[in-house]
């Protein structure tokens, strides 16, 4: 028999309720006069026994936020009739990086029979420090990617490297400590490149190359990621400041995000990418990406 797994979520747009990929569904559960209800889309009793389970048996709405609406509190979760929760990774990996975003979730909650595993409470939400981005929501053409990214998410194959770039993103987003969070993304960026050598211009010549569309666009990228390594170096090594701008983190980030989008989408075609940028030229766009 299948367990009920809960994931509640954080920075995700009330419009994506009744998405759902692999088994998994959004639903909405609500807050009204201090007692717990479930909209119209908890139709199954064991889905709707289950959530109630979890809620009387500990103070979530205490703990788990609410979207800002006060006057109709609520909050979004993903549930699966599973024993096996380990397909949701790949899953949060995929809108962790399709675009900008809130989005967090917290570790599955499991209830077997009715009752609360142990070992399914609550944990800490991964996500923080990202309110100045939107809430997720997916677009008609987002939702027909999703399944694509997946299924190369999924891939037996899938390069290693990827996966190290994709838990350095995670553990971005989940850090509370903007410096921490903004050398790890700074970090997914130097694992493009080999060596040590002209590093910062390798650098910014070398994710200037996969993500520009066009010279220009690949120009401006690459005085972004010089300004963003200088920003990075006097912060480590030299000691000039003790704060990074608003802007630098913001482009970390937003780099970082398309850099492992991008390798997700050409994870077939790695093998020699090094190399291929090195010897494409800026508005070449090698791999063609569009993330």
């Given at each position: 028999m299948n367990d009920m797994i809960i994931i509640?979520?954080?920075?995700?747009?009330?419009?994506m309720v009744g998405f759902s990929i692999n088994g998994w569904e959004i639903k909405k559960v609500q807050q009204s006069n201090k007692e717990h209800t479930i909209?119209?889309?908890?139709?199954?009793?064991?889905?709707?026994?289950?959530?109630?389970?979890?809620?009387?048996?500990?103070?979530?709405?205490?703990?788990?936020?609410?979207?800002?609406?006060?006057?109709?509190?609520?909050?979004?979760?993903f549930v699966k009739e599973t024993n096996d929760t380990t397909d949701f990774e790949p899953i949060m990996d995929v809108l962790r990086v399709i675009k900008p975003s809130q989005f967090g979730c917290w570790h599955p909650i499991?209830?077997?029979?009715?009752?609360?595993?142990?070992?399914?409470?609550?944990?800490?939400?991964?996500?923080?420090?990202?309110?100045?981005y939107p809430l997720l929501s997916l677009?008609?053409?987002e939702r027909t990617q999703?399944?694509?990214?997946?299924?190369?998410?999924?891939?037996?194959?899938?390069?290693?490297?990827?996966?190290?770039?994709?838990?350095?993103?995670h553990e971005s987003c989940r850090t509370s400590n903007l410096y921490l969070s903004f050398i790890m993304r700074v970090t997914i960026l130097e694992m493009l490149i080999g060596g040590n050598?002209?590093?910062?211009?390798?650098?910014?010549?070398?994710?200037?190359?996969?993500?520009?569309?066009?010279?220009?666009?690949?120009?401006r990228i690459a005085k972004n990621i010089n300004a963003i390594y200088k920003e990075r170096s006097n912060f480590l090594h030299n000691g000039d400041t003790d704060k990074i701008s608003e802007d630098m983190m913001q482009l970390?980030?937003?780099?970082?995000?398309?850099?492992?989008?991008?390798?997700?989408c050409i994870a077939?075609?790695?093998?020699?990418?090094?190399?291929?940028?090195e010897q494409a030229g800026y508005g070449e766009n090698p791999y063609h990406v569009t993330m």
């Open positions: 509640p979520l954080c920075g995700v747009d009330e419009s909209d119209d889309g908890l139709t199954d009793e064991k889905l709707y026994n289950s959530v109630h389970s979890w809620l009387e048996m500990e103070d979530s709405f205490s703990i788990i936020p609410f979207t800002n609406d006060r006057d109709n509190p609520y909050y979004l979760i499991v209830i077997r029979d009715g009752i609360l595993l142990p070992n399914g409470r609550h944990q800490s939400c991964m996500t923080s420090a990202m309110h100045i677009s008609s053409q999703i399944p694509q990214l997946l299924q190369m998410r999924m891939d037996e194959q899938f390069p290693p490297i990827v996966k190290r770039m994709l838990l350095f993103f050598a002209e590093l910062s211009y390798r650098l910014k010549r070398t994710v200037a190359v996969l993500l520009g569309h066009n010279r220009e666009e690949s120009e970390a980030y937003e780099y970082s995000r398309r850099v492992v989008a991008s390798l997700v077939d075609k790695l093998d020699n990418i090094r190399t291929t940028l």
